[in-house]
Every structure is written in structure tokens, then in C-alpha cells.
């Protein structure tokens, strides 16, 4: 009697672990896509930047981090079609023969051009697009001495 029950229980536990790798195995795909709601799609970074239009000319100035206090900053405005310019700012390392502290650095850059005082301004960090949060700074007052104060 008691082989008989022991072969029933060893039957029905086969018959299950069958079912289930049938449903793994057969019913679902082995790599499954991902659908619409599983792909994240990643915020472009933000720059925030002073600006000012004064005179008919825009002034952009800011402030980036760099990975050491020797890499240098360069700003400069370049135009995308009649209605928007790009600010293009490059940060390049030191020499690699130049020994420098791997210290987080604050560089400001600052950047002048002649345009309508409707042009869209797009920035980019060596080649890489970043939204820009602008803060305006009013005509007559020094960009330069203008404090931007973020809470958050």
C-alpha cells in the first residue's frame, strides 16, 4: 500500500512540474521586447545660465563643472538657421604631462553675439545637447555680479 501511495504522489508531482515547464517554456517567449511603458526615456541634462539683451546683443554666462581645476572652458555662439543659435561650450583636459588634483572644479564661461531678441538659444557641452534654464538678467545691471539663486 504505502508503494502505491508513494508512486501516486511521485506521479502527480511530475504531472505538475510538466505543466509548468510546458507554460515556461512553450507559452512565453524566452526574450521577451520591451513594450511602449517599459522603455524610460532619460531627461536631457540642464544647464542653468544667466542671460541679458541689451543693445541688440545677447550675453549667456554660466557656471560648469569640470573633473579638475586645469581643465580649461571655452564658450562661443554659433548660428542654426535664421531664427536660433547654439552656445557651444568645450571643456578640454590639461596635458597629460601636467600633474593636477582630481578636485571638482566650478569654470565660468561667457558668451556675446548680435542677434533678434526673439532667437531660441540651444547648449551644447562638447557636442552634447543640454536644456538650457535661462535667468534673465535686466538691462542696465552688471550679468557679471547677478546671482543666481537655485532652492531645491
Same mark, same amino acid.
Do not use: R, W
Given at each position: 500500500?504505502?508503494?502505491?501511495?508513494?508512486?501516486?504522489?511521485?506521479?502527480?508531482?511530475?504531472?505538475?512540474?510538466?505543466?509548468?515547464?510546458?507554460?515556461?517554456?512553450?507559452?512565453?517567449?524566452?526574450?521577451? *521586447?520591451?513594450?511602449?511603458?517599459?522603455?524610460?526615456?532619460?531627461?536631457?541634462?540642464?544647464?542653468?545660465?544667466?542671460?541679458?539683451?541689451?543693445?541688440?546683443?545677447?550675453?549667456?554666462?554660466?557656471?560648469?563643472?569640470?573633473?579638475?581645476?586645469?581643465?580649461?572652458?571655452?564658450?562661443?555662439?554659433?548660428?542654426?538657421?535664421?531664427?536660433?543659435?547654439?552656445?557651444?561650450?568645450?571643456?578640454?583636459?590639461?596635458? *597629460?604631462?601636467?600633474?593636477?588634483? @582630481?578636485?571638482?572644479?566650478?569654470?565660468?564661461?561667457?558668451? *556675446?553675439?548680435?542677434?533678434? @531678441?526673439?532667437?531660441?538659444?540651444?547648449?551644447?557641452?562638447?557636442?552634447?545637447?543640454?536644456?538650457?534654464?535661462?535667468?534673465?538678467?535686466?538691462?542696465?545691471?552688471?550679468?557679471?555680479?547677478?546671482?543666481?539663486?537655485?532652492?531645491?
Amino acid at each position: 500500500m504505502k508503494n502505491k501511495i508513494i508512486a501516486i504522489v511521485i506521479l502527480v508531482v511530475l504531472l505538475v512540474v510538466s505543466i509548468y515547464g510546458y507554460e515556461m517554456i512553450f507559452k512565453k517567449p524566452l526574450v521577451e *521586447s520591451p513594450t511602449q511603458q517599459d522603455i524610460v526615456e532619460v531627461p536631457m541634462p540642464t544647464l542653468d545660465v544667466k542671460t541679458q539683451y541689451q543693445n541688440g546683443t545677447h550675453t549667456v554666462a554660466g557656471t560648469i563643472q569640470t573633473p579638475t581645476p586645469c581643465h580649461t572652458v571655452a564658450a562661443q555662439a554659433e548660428p542654426m538657421g535664421t531664427s536660433t543659435y547654439a552656445i557651444n561650450i568645450s571643456v578640454a583636459a590639461p596635458a *597629460s604631462d601636467v600633474m593636477c588634483a @582630481q578636485v571638482i572644479s566650478d569654470k565660468k564661461f561667457k558668451v *556675446s553675439f548680435k542677434a533678434p @531678441q526673439d532667437v531660441e538659444m540651444k547648449a551644447f557641452i562638447n557636442g552634447e545637447e543640454y536644456k538650457i534654464n535661462p535667468f534673465e538678467v535686466p538691462a542696465g545691471q552688471n550679468i557679471d555680479l547677478f546671482d543666481i539663486s537655485i532652492k531645491g
